[in-house]
């Protein structure tokens, strides 16, 4: 007997009938001889539904009310699917965060998991229910309702896989695996049958929407076998596990882009020290997440200091921003919001001379300006025109030859 984790997404549960469907999926699971505990996100939409309501009751909605408003969209399909399996002839029994407890730390909209009470849970499943609970949530020491932020279903799915010693976790969502980069964008796109865990967090950290990051860590540190599958054909599938020596002779395994950025610009800091810690502690203090920073050559004793965010942190970005550059002396905080993030990411990169060059080449034969750029051992990620996404992702898929298999 194995102990199946499986998480379903918001297209898996957007209405009854889908719900149904993914009720056999699990059931044809147990039937298999499997223990078997469910996670769920909220159904497509109602997320941002909620959201939406609470900026329409404020410009600033308190956060802790806010997390626990828009959290209660998992707790509609994790009692919908419990009652369609208790229908069924199936015992399956619905948790929320604060029930099972999954404890968080306080920061309210990005909260991280400290610990898992598992004792209810394995109460229950030696009793053969089917235990179903809601991702996205947890519970802080003071019993506050905390969210994870986008994509948390995924961290709450590895996290109990974790915490419970599970045999896999199964991440159900609307595409069939990993692929080579978006289908939506490039029609050469090559869904991966294995991609290691470090290559699968660099593709969620650049854009790739299949896994969120936090996940992928997660199940690194516990060596938890992540399976991506589609709720809706059997067929397909990527497992994101250890790095092994077939992965090794991928140089370039995908190409990702993020619309989702902005570079902000201060004009004329002065070059002293201290003066970037200035700037970056407000903002890490509000849990705004700097991604690529680059600042120029000091002249006559000032810099330009340049550095991106996600679009949804601009608001908060910008004011802590403009309200610090005044108090170090800056001249002036410029914003652009029509950039993407292009990367391309491989393990193989690391033993490979030219991967670099090879891409700063295909990107200037199409004509694509090269803003900003950041690397690391198996990824490089450039700051370009927005425009020009589509673009760059399908050059760069034909420059690493990325449809065939190696």
Known sequence: MALIVQKFGGTSVADID??????????????????????LSAMAGETDRLIGLA???ADS????????LISTGEQVTVTLLAIVLNAMGYSARSFLGFQ????????????????????????????????????????DKDNNITTLGRGGSDTSAVALAAALKADQCDIYTDVDGVYTTD??????????????????LEMAMTGAKVLQPRSVEMAKK??????VKSTFTDKGGTLVTKEDKDMEREIISGVTYDRDQVKITIVHVP?????????????????????????????????????????????DAQKIVESTAKKVGAKKVEVDDQVAKISIIGVGMASHSGVAAKMF????????????????????????????TELAVMALHDAFNLEKKK
């Open 18 to 39: 889908k719900i149904k469907n993914v009720a056999q999926k699990i059931i044809n699971v147990k039937k298999a001889g499997n223990q078997v505990v469910v996670v």
């Open 55 to 57: 900026h329409k009751a």
């Open 61 to 68: 909605p308190d956060e802790r009310e806010y997390d626990s």
């Open 100 to 139: 099972v407890k999954i404890l968080t730390d306080k920061a309210y909209k990005k909260a991280r998991i400290s610990l898992i009470h598992t004792d209810a849970i394995k109460k229950e499943l030696k009793k053969g229910t089917i235990i179903i609970v809601a991702g996205f949530q947890g519970v």
């Open 183 to 200: 289908p939506n964008v490039c029609n050469k796109a090559r869904r991966l049958d294995k991609i290691s865990y470090d290559e699968m």
């Open 222 to 227: 516990y060596d938890v076998p992540v399976y």
């Open 271 to 315: 070059d002293k020290p201290g003066v970037a810690a200035d700037i970056f502690s407000p903002l890490s203090e509000k849990n705004i997440f700097v991604d690529m920073i680059i600042q120029n050559a000091s002249l006559e004793g000032y810099t330009d200091l340049t550095f991106t965010v996600s679009k949804k942190d601009l608001k």
């Open 361 to 388: 080449k295909t990107l200037a034969k199409e004509g694509v300006n090269i803003m900003m750029i950041s690397t690391s051992e198996i990824k490089i990620s450039c700051i370009i025109q927005r425009k020009y």
